[in-house]
């Protein structure tokens, strides 16, 4: 049977916006697993996004308990990764060797310095064929894990990380060509003050 539709109204269009405005990426986690019940809501968000052709294709992976090996495996990733870059004669063309080394660098002198997964207790791997649909889900379920108290953040370094290796790739059971976005989630150790400065919408209105 259909879910009665909700009163979208009851969201006052301003508190959607100040959720909008007010979202930043989290980059400090308190060490606290996050409950697979408050996860499976947020996740609900995703579930919900327009999806090209009504296709529904994304799929997610929730990577909380086995974290720690995971991410041991993808630190290797990106040791590899730079170390093939840096062989390269176009090393000097790619502008994320600089920033891959300089994580990998500050990882190398404090094993604490995590800039990779941040501390965070849970990596989202949302997984689509489709290039649109699931970064689509990723925005709504990052403003949802706002909305729900969690802290978010994209991160394209752990995401590159995990989709090159094959091994672990075949270990989670993903393509890594469907990979489309990697979140971090947990319970943000950070207060913002504000909202962050953007430059003005660049719009032409005919
Ligand atoms: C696709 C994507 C990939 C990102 N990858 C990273 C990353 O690897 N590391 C990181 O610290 N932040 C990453 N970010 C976060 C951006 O740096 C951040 O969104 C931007 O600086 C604006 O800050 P705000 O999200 O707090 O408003 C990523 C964001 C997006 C959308």
Known sequence: ????????????????????????????????????????????????????GNAQSVRYLVIQKEAPRIQAAAWESLRRIVETMQASPDASKNGYLATMQRILRRRDKDPRDDRLFFGAPVILLVLSPS???GPLAAASIELMAHA???????????QIAIARSEALCRELGIVPEQ?????????????????????AAQVRWM
Do not use: H, N, W
């Open 1 to 52: 049977m259909a879910q009665e539709q909700p009163d979208a109204a009851r969201i006052e269009a301003a508190d959607f916006l100040q959720l909008v405005r007010s979202r930043r990426s989290i980059r400090k986690y308190k060490p606290r697993p996050v409950e697979e019940a408050l996860l499976a809501e947020i996740l609900e968000a995703g579930r919900y996004m327009a999806t090209g």
């Open 131 to 133: 290039v649109t649909d």
């Open 148 to 158: 729900s108290g969690l802290g978010a953040l994209y991160c394209g370094f752990a």
């Open 179 to 199: 990979l489309q976005a990697c979140l971090l989630l947990g319970y943000p150790d950070v207060k913002f003050l504000r909202t962050p400065p953007r430059r």
